[in-house]
Structure formats: structure tokens, C-alpha cells
């Protein structure tokens, strides 16, 4: 199986900021993995698509030991975050746990091929990159056991990190930032091979490919100001992240703040700062796979 991403982006320089988002997220990332394993029969299996930097499969990881044990399986196109997200998760599977890496793009459709029959799939932000995003739904389905669970993680609210007045360039970079973003988002799907509209909303599409509607959940990831150092260094790498991608589409008065922000020699770094905060919330969509 190929070794790629639909999206052009390159993971792998995002490895660092993408392991401090998951300790940032690590509690209520524990919260929601043991609602979604609490159902589940003893020794599951556990699929995360997308696994990225291990954060949540380290969380189901734990969540399974706690129990009888059971199977984490993780799948990823690329093979260094891979290596980290196992290396994550075999650090809190002990022996009850086993882990199973597959490197494979979530869209190939031999993908049922190579995953054992899950219990839950685990889909966080990964949808949303494939090309046909109901093809892609159609593949996670396929993995499910019969009576399985998709969790699909898609939607909720703009992360908010920063004061709308800064002292420093034009007030409100925040929103300016994230208008780029999503102009960029745009564009970025319109640029992938065989891209076909998503015209529905997720529970629509879940209901369109056969699956049982069971819910939807939001979860809050909030660290208020002033936050705890490693919380501001991941406000600055969500900064940079923001900043890169949007680009020229800011402008130079903005992309000249941004700069000062992230000097770590500069009086205005942003990591010294006391009024930056992390407030965002996410939405998983739950659906199961009929009975035989």
C-alpha cells in the first residue's frame, strides 16, 4: 500500500507540535476514549485511522488495559508518525494490549484487507483530507464487525487561542488567521486528484452508507489563561501552523506580526505571554454497522 497523503502536506515536520497538542489533550482525550471502549465486549479491537503523533490510541490503549485487554490497531500513511504512535502506545499497553501497526492510506480500498474487524473505528480530522469523503466513510465502514461502532470525529468550533487585542499589530489576527485557513481549506480540496463535494452533513452521510444512526457527543478542551508553559508552546506551534498555511493570504502588516510573535530572541514571543489560552471543541458522530 502506497505511503502518502491526499492533501500535499508534509506530517512529518509537524511531528513535535502534533505530540505536545496530545499531551495538551491528553485528559479529556482520556475521557473520551473510555466512553467509547465502555461498551465494548471484552478483548476488543480498537482501529484508529489516522493515529498521527498515538495521543487517543495511547488513550484506548489505556482505556482497553484497564479492562480485559484487547487490540489497538493503528493505521497511518506516513511512516514517521507511525513509528512515534506506536512508540506512544507501547509505552502504556503493557501486556494485556496488543498493538498493531499498518501503514496504509485510509482511502486505498484494500485497506479491509490488511485491518482485522473492528470493535470501533477511531477517525479523527482525517475524513475531510480524502478525496470522496463517502467513499472513505464506505472504507471505514468495511472495517466494522457486525454491531461495530464508527466514531467519527469531524466538526465542532474554532480553536480560540488569543486575546482579540494583542498590543502589537492590527486587533484581531485571530479571526484573520482563521478566514485564511479556511480559504485555504477550500482550495486545498479543490486541488485533490478525483475530489468529489461532500454537499451533506456527517450524520447524513453516515445514514447514506447503510450505517445506524447512535449520536453525537462535542467534547471541550479548555486551558484557560495563564496557562502552563507547555500550553503556550502549543498556542505558538497552533500560530505557526495557522500562519503557514495562511500565507500571502494575510497581510504583510499581519504576517509581520505573526513574525515578532514567534521570535523566541523577541521581546513579543509569544510563549512568554500570560493571556494565551486554548479553548476549541470537537464533535464525534457515532454510528454503528447493522447485525448480520
Given at each position: 500500500?502506497?505511503?502518502?497523503?491526499?492533501?500535499?502536506?508534509?506530517?512529518?515536520?509537524r511531528?513535535?507540535?502534533m505530540r505536545?497538542?496530545?499531551?495538551?489533550k491528553a485528559?479529556?482525550?482520556?475521557w473520551?476514549?473510555q466512553r467509547?471502549?465502555?461498551?465494548?465486549?471484552?478483548g476488543?479491537?480498537?482501529?484508529d485511522?489516522?493515529?498521527?503523533?498515538?495521543?487517543m490510541?495511547?488513550?484506548?490503549?489505556?482505556a482497553?488495559?484497564?479492562?480485559?485487554?484487547?487490540?489497538?490497531v493503528?493505521?497511518?500513511?506516513?511512516p514517521q508518525?507511525?513509528a512515534?504512535?506506536?512508540e506512544r502506545?507501547?509505552?502504556?499497553?503493557?501486556d494485556?494490549?496488543?498493538?498493531v501497526?499498518v501503514?496504509?492510506?485510509?482511502?486505498?480500498?484494500g485497506l479491509?484487507?490488511v485491518?482485522?474487524?473492528?470493535d470501533l473505528v477511531?477517525a479523527?480530522?482525517i475524513?475531510?483530507?480524502l478525496?470522496?469523503q463517502i467513499?472513505?466513510?464506505?472504507?471505514?465502514?468495511a472495517?466494522l464487525?457486525?454491531?461495530g461502532?464508527?466514531a467519527?470525529?469531524?466538526g465542532?468550533?474554532?480553536t480560540r487561542?488569543?486575546?482579540?487585542?494583542l498590543g502589537?499589530?492590527?486587533p484581531?489576527l485571530?479571526?484573520?488567521?482563521?478566514?485564511?485557513?479556511?480559504?485555504?481549506?477550500a482550495?486545498m480540496r479543490?486541488?485533490?486528484g478525483?475530489?468529489?463535494?461532500?454537499?451533506v452533513g456527517?450524520?447524513?452521510?453516515l445514514?447514506?452508507i447503510?450505517?445506524?444512526?447512535?449520536?453525537?457527543?462535542s467534547?471541550?478542551v479548555d486551558?484557560?489563561a495563564?496557562a502552563?508553559e507547555?500550553?503556550?508552546?502549543s498556542v505558538a506551534?497552533?500560530?505557526?501552523g495557522l500562519?503557514?498555511?495562511a500565507g500571502d493570504?494575510l497581510?504583510?502588516a499581519d504576517r509581520?506580526?505573526?513574525?515578532r510573535?514567534?521570535?523566541?530572541?523577541?521581546p513579543?514571543?509569544i510563549?512568554?505571554r500570560?493571556?494565551?489560552?486554548?479553548?476549541?471543541?470537537a464533535?464525534?458522530h457515532?454510528?454503528?454497522?447493522p447485525d448480520?
Amino acid at each position: 500500500m502506497a505511503s502518502h497523503t491526499h492533501d500535499g502536506i508534509d506530517w512529518t515536520v509537524r511531528l513535535a507540535a502534533m505530540r505536545r497538542a496530545d499531551d495538551t489533550k491528553a485528559e479529556v482525550g482520556a475521557w473520551v476514549a473510555q466512553r467509547l471502549v465502555d461498551p465494548l465486549p471484552d478483548g476488543a479491537t480498537v482501529v484508529d485511522v489516522g493515529a498521527g503523533a498515538g495521543g487517543m490510541a495511547a488513550a484506548f490503549a489505556a482505556a482497553l488495559a484497564a479492562r480485559r485487554g484487547g487490540r489497538i490497531v493503528l493505521v497511518d500513511a506516513v511512516p514517521q508518525l507511525q513509528a512515534a504512535a506506536v512508540e506512544r502506545v507501547r509505552a502504556v499497553a503493557g501486556d494485556r494490549v496488543e498493538v498493531v501497526p499498518v501503514l496504509a492510506d485510509a482511502a486505498d480500498p484494500g485497506l479491509v484487507d490488511v485491518v482485522p474487524a473492528a470493535d470501533l473505528v477511531w477517525a479523527s480530522g482525517i475524513v475531510h483530507h480524502l478525496p470522496n469523503q463517502i467513499v472513505g466513510l464506505t472504507g471505514l465502514a468495511a472495517l466494522l464487525r457486525p454491531g461495530g461502532w464508527l466514531a467519527l470525529g469531524e466538526g465542532g468550533l474554532n480553536t480560540r487561542c488569543l486575546p482579540w487585542d494583542l498590543g502589537i499589530g492590527e486587533p484581531g489576527l485571530q479571526d484573520r488567521l482563521v478566514a485564511a485557513r479556511d480559504a485555504w481549506f477550500a482550495d486545498m480540496r479543490a486541488g485533490i486528484g478525483g475530489v468529489v463535494r461532500l454537499p451533506v452533513g456527517w450524520n447524513r452521510a453516515l445514514g447514506d452508507i447503510g450505517l445506524h444512526l447512535a449520536g453525537t457527543f462535542s467534547y471541550l478542551v479548555d486551558l484557560p489563561a495563564p496557562a502552563a508553559e507547555p500550553v503556550r508552546r502549543s498556542v505558538a506551534d497552533w500560530l505557526h501552523g495557522l500562519a503557514t498555511i495562511a500565507g500571502d493570504r494575510l497581510s504583510q502588516a499581519d504576517r509581520d506580526t505573526v513574525t515578532r510573535l514567534l521570535d523566541e530572541d523577541g521581546p513579543d514571543w509569544i510563549v512568554h505571554r500570560d493571556d494565551t489560552f486554548i479553548l476549541s471543541a470537537a464533535t464525534v458522530h457515532l454510528a454503528t454497522k447493522p447485525d448480520a
